[in-house]
C-alpha cells in the first residue's frame, strides 16, 4: 500500500539519464527536458506599452510518451527586478509516433487551449486546434508557439496571439537557459 507520507512511487524525471528512461517518442524533443529560466519581451496591440518579463519553464516525464509543461511568468522593471506575477500555464504534450504533438494547455484565466503540431530534432511548432473558455474569461481565437533548441543550453521561445478581435500576431518572445546542467 502507498504511504503517503513517502516519495511518489512514479517520480517524474527531468533529464534522460535520470529513472525512469524516456519513452521512446519523447526522442526528438528530450533536449527540452528540465527547467528552463530567462527573459523576454511582449505586446500586443490592446496594451499600452511593450513589456519586459522573466520565465520558467519545466518540462519532465513519468515514462510514458507525455511531456509534462509547466511554465510561469512576471513581469520586471529594465533592471530585472520582479514587478509582479504575469502568466502561468501547466499542461501535457503527448508525442505521437509520426512526430506529431498534441498540447494540452490550461491557464488560471480561465482558457484551456489544444495545439497541435510537429517536433523534431529540438523543435516544436504548436498550433491552435480548440480553445475552451471559461465564461468570465478574456476571448482567445487561436495561438502559435514555437520552441527551438539553439544549443543545448538554450531554448528560443516565441508565442502569437489572436485575441479579443486581433488577428494572429506576435507577442511574446523570449531566451531560457537551461537551470543546472544535464549529465
Known amino acids: 500500500m502507498f504511504d503517503p507520507g513517502q516519495k511518489h ?9 535520470e529513472a525512469p528512461a524516456p519513452h521512446p517518442l519523447l526522442a526528438p524533443l528530450t533536449g527540452f527536458l528540465g527547467t528552463w529560466a530567462g527573459r523576454g519581451r511582449g505586446g500586443y496591440p490592446t496594451l499600452a506599452e511593450e513589456f519586459a518579463y522573466a ?38 504534450w503527448r508525442l505521437q509516433p509520426d ?3 498534441e498540447a494540452l494547455i490550461t491557464q488560471p484565466t480561465g482558457i484551456a487551449e489544444i495545439a497541435v503540431g510537429r517536433a523534431g530534432d529540438g523543435t516544436a511548432d504548436l498550433t491552435t486546434h480548440e480553445v475552451a473558455l471559461a465564461p468570465t474569461a478574456k476571448e482567445v481565437d487561436a495561438t502559435r508557439r514555437r520552441y527551438t533548441l539553439t544549443d543545448e543550453d538554450t531554448l528560443d521561445f516565441v508565442h502569437d496571439l489572436a485575441a479579443v478581435g486581433q488577428p494572429l500576431q506576435h507577442h511574446l518572445s523570449a531566451q531560457l537557459r537551461r537551470v543546472g546542467r544535464v549529465s
Open 99 to 101: 512526430g506529431r504533438v
Open 55 to 92: 520565465q520558467e519553464v519545466t518540462f519532465s516525464h513519468d515514462g510514458r510518451p507525455f511531456l509534462h509543461y509547466e511554465a510561469r511568468a512576471w513581469l520586471v522593471d529594465a533592471d530585472g527586478t520582479p514587478l509582479r506575477p504575469s502568466a502561468r500555464e501547466s499542461g501535457w
Open 9 to 17: 512511487p512514479y517520480p517524474d524525471a527531468l533529464r534522460p539519464d
